[in-house]
């Protein structure tokens, strides 16, 4: 799972290089269900509730909070950015352009 900030893109070269990989996509709405139980756009940034890595773009900590749905469209959290890295220990980069 790739965390980004809401007004950027992922950053798909980028990706590919830090992870060796030679394509990358997107999961489909299938997909996305069957690993997650959610639909997409409503899946909380903690890939370990799932048996996901996480993967958070740094940038999001130049605000210092953040705000995610919580498994539901109409359900928001906003949580400090240090309180997200502390207990989901994401590993860090620039994953975002």
């Known amino acids: 799972m790739v965390v980004l900030p809401a007004d950027r893109k992922l950053a798909r070269r980028a990706v590919r290089q830090a992870f060796a990989a030679k ?7 299938e ?35 953040i705000n995610f749905n919580a498994g539901d469209h109409a359900i928001s959290i906003s949580m400090s950015f240090a309180d ?4 989901e220990r994401p590993a860090l980069g620039r994953f975002a352009e």
């Open 23 to 29: 394509s990358l996509r997107f999961a489909d709405r």
């Open 31 to 65: 997909e996305v269900a069957r690993l997650t139980g959610l639909q997409p756009g409503s899946i909380p940034p903690f890939g370990s509730l799932f048996d996901l890595p996480t993967y958070c773009d740094e940038r999001l900590g130049e605000q210092p909070s």
């Open 84 to 87: 997200y890295v502390a207990v």
